[in-house]
């Protein structure tokens, strides 16, 4: 596996870069704007080439972009939509310049009109908005925790969106933490061999390109958004122990989202998950 971290904005892109790279990880993910905005903010190509061509030198690969939070395929507002729209395929662009083969989505929100409704809004906007996005970028859809009205945190959902399309046009990530608050057993290897199968089952291992590995301290399938420290929370060390040590492909680029990142709780975490894969 390639581990990784979620790279934070501030204190330069290079400098970041450098200290990732330091801490010996192979892959790295960004926001490629703010998280919380509308606006992706100019970038000179100049300088997108610059921060591609130091990605490879350091040999951070692949890079994986996360699109901001705001971003809802499902919303009911039509003004809201039209930005998701907009600042989605900004996204998608300004990765196909960075060379990233992965933009990360959270499939969205229905806001109370139903999970059928609002997944087939999801299916149709995608298929609107494709064509106009860079051929070498796959979008992932990543499982929520499944607060509110959020979509996504079944695998079932995210396999009826990913039905729509031909093999392998969409792609999805999973994360640990939101797997947990979903209901989905990771603490124990008993609870990974079936919450993987079930994956298997609907999705499908063979359309997973990314892992977020974090773990929680909130109750399983409490439908509660809180990341913590590896080991330190209700999965732990057996259910990482169990999960990292699955047979997962060599390649397959797994990031850490734990909190204080960007400090030296990076290091602490990268050298608990080689410890517990065996490496």
């Given at each position: 596996?390639?581990?990784?971290?979620?790279m934070p904005q501030k204190?330069?892109?290079?400098?970041?870069?450098?200290?990732?790279?330091?801490?010996?990880?192979?892959?790295?993910?960004?926001?490629?704007?703010?998280?919380?905005?509308?606006?992706?903010?100019?970038?000179?190509?100049?300088?997108?080439?610059?921060r591609a061509t130091l990605?490879?030198?350091?040999?951070?690969?692949?890079?994986?972009?996360?699109?901001?939070?705001?971003?809802?395929?499902?919303?009911?507002?039509?003004?809201?939509?039209?930005?998701?729209?907009?600042?989605?395929?900004?996204?998608?662009?300004?990765?196909g310049a960075y060379r990233?083969?992965?933009?990360?989505?959270?499939?969205?929100?229905?806001?109370?009109?139903?999970?059928?409704?609002?997944?087939?809004?999801?299916?149709?906007?995608?298929?609107?908005?494709?064509?106009?996005?860079?051929?070498?970028?796959?979008?992932?859809?990543?499982?929520?925790?499944?607060?509110?009205?959020?979509?996504?945190?079944?695998?079932?959902?995210?396999?009826?969106?990913?039905?729509?399309?031909?093999?392998?046009?969409?792609?999805?990530?999973?994360?640990?933490?939101?797997?947990?608050?979903?209901?989905?057993?990771?603490?124990?290897?008993?609870?990974?061999?079936?919450?993987?199968?079930?994956?298997?089952?609907?999705?499908?291992?063979?359309?997973?390109?990314?892992?977020?590995?974090?773990?929680?301290?909130?109750?399983?399938?409490?439908?509660?958004?809180?990341?913590?420290?590896?080991?330190?929370?209700?999965?732990?060390?057996?259910?990482?122990?169990?999960?990292?040590?699955?047979?997962?492909?060599?390649?397959?680029?797994?990031?850490?989202?734990?909190?204080?990142?960007?400090?030296?709780?990076?290091?602490?975490?990268?050298?608990?998950?080689?410890?517990?894969?065996?490496?």
């Open positions: 596996m390639r581990f990784g971290v979620h204190g330069g892109f290079k400098p970041n870069v450098e200290r990732v790279a330091g801490l010996g990880c192979r892959t790295i993910q960004i926001f490629p704007g703010n998280p919380t905005g509308w606006r992706m903010g100019k970038l000179d190509p100049v300088e997108i080439e610059k990605l490879e030198e350091k040999e951070l690969s692949p890079l994986v972009v996360h699109s901001a939070y705001l971003i809802n395929l499902a919303s009911t507002s039509a003004d809201f939509l039209s930005k998701s729209r907009t600042l989605l395929h900004q996204t998608m662009e300004r990765a990233s083969p992965y933009v990360i989505l959270h499939t969205g929100n229905h806001g109370g009109e139903g999970a059928g409704k609002g997944l087939k809004q999801i299916v149709s906007v995608i298929e609107e908005e494709l064509p106009g996005w860079p051929s070498e970028v796959k979008l992932l859809l990543e499982n929520t925790a499944g607060s509110g009205t959020a979509l996504g945190s079944r695998f079932e959902e995210l396999a009826e969106i990913l039905s729509h399309f031909p093999r392998h046009t969409l792609g999805v990530c999973i994360d640990t933490a939101h797997s947990w608050a979903a209901g989905y057993d990771l603490g124990s290897p008993e609870g990974v061999e079936k919450t993987i199968s079930r994956f298997d089952a609907t999705v499908g291992l063979d359309h997973l390109h990314v892992i977020h590995v974090n773990d929680t301290h909130v109750e399983l399938g409490s439908r509660v958004d809180r990341h913590a420290h590896i080991g330190e929370g209700s999965i732990g060390r057996k259910g990482f122990a169990a999960f990292l040590t699955y047979g997962w492909p060599e390649e397959m680029p797994v990031i850490l989202e734990t909190p204080e990142n960007g400090t030296d709780w990076d290091r602490v975490n990268l050298e608990a998950l080689r410890e517990l894969a065996g490496r």
